[in-house]
């Protein structure tokens, strides 16, 4: 157990999060990590999609873990939007909020009445982030923004995998993720603007343009003239010279990073085969006859042999890792990449952890991913609603 304090970053801030899937909720957890108070609004019910719904057919005693990994120290509130007593609720809350994340599609906050227009008119000091795929105005506003179809369409899968072959998406939610902290980022940019200034302001955070930062190196290099190429042989990207890449070792796989094949070479006892190669000049244009002339060198060893035998001559390397292997490695385990919360229906969980460390608190779990509504009553409370009246919201379903 940790002895820093929680961080308090944010006490203070209120957040209203109006989120669904991956996106929205990952990236006000980051805020609700440092702090900040988070409100999640959720139809009564059903509650939000992503409880219903897990990768890997994932649930602890019933519970997704797709709901439980992006909704720590987040508190629930139900609440019917299309009841006009729902709707009174929520602007009560607009009145109170720092805050307004939601991602929902176009259109559908406009409909509320809960567009920034008129949510402005309620709270002028509030924060209103839009996120969404391709953005409000974009002429795919009413497509799907999803990962894997923002990987395809900016480009990104097209970069992944060996020519001839059908290209590879990311094994993870790279976009989602990614947006997800551009999300806070821009969140924490506005708060400091509103600190210096009094105003509020509206950020626009895409899932299109969070797929073209990822691609910032790439990018790059194509629109100034790089010749970008998917190699024929498992190379790691289309823009290294040779080494780089993945090599199959006697018993699996390791990763070689950004070394000088000379280095390589005399590692290897300055074989004959390579000697054609050790000008750095001709390393990316030739790439594909390094990759193949080594790894028929690298299929003699294992992968443990081969990171003993290049780390101590400063040749970039590692081993390709399943996920049980990484997790096992001590390098790994001193991270500490993982934190354990007790959720009243999952029992104990295991979740990836805040990603950013601060020497004046940790970013621990204050509350459990939340039962549906379970903050519901107190958050009313908060508002003025007596006993009374949040006994006829229920009754009625408007909460």
Known sequence: MSSKKPLDILSGVRILSFTQFLLGPAGVQYLADLGADVIKVEPPGRGAWERGWSGAKAFVNGISVFYLLAHRNVRSLTLNLKDPEGLEIAKRLVATADVLVQNFRPGVMRRLGLDYERVRQLNPRIIYVSASGYGEESPYAELPGQDLLLQALSGLVSLTGRAGEIPSPAG?????????????MGVLAALFHRERTGQGQKVEVTMLQAAFDLQTEPLSYYVNGGRLERPWT???STFHEAPYGIYATKDGYIAISLSPVRDI???LGKPPELSDYLDPAVAFD???EVYRLLSGFLRQRTTAEWVE????RGIWCAPVYSYAEALSDPAVRASD????VDHPEAGRVRLVRHPVRYSVGEAAIRRPPPVLGQDTDAILRELGYTEA???RLRDRGVV
């Open 172 to 184: 993870a939610a790279v976009v989602d993720q990614h947006a997800a902290a551009l999300l806070a």
């Open 234 to 236: 498992p190379l790691g």
């Open 265 to 267: 070479w005399e590692a």
């Open 286 to 288: 030739r790439r594909e």
């Open 309 to 312: 035998l290049f780390r101590p």
């Open 337 to 340: 990449p993982f934190i354990e």
């Open 389 to 391: 009246e949040i006994r």
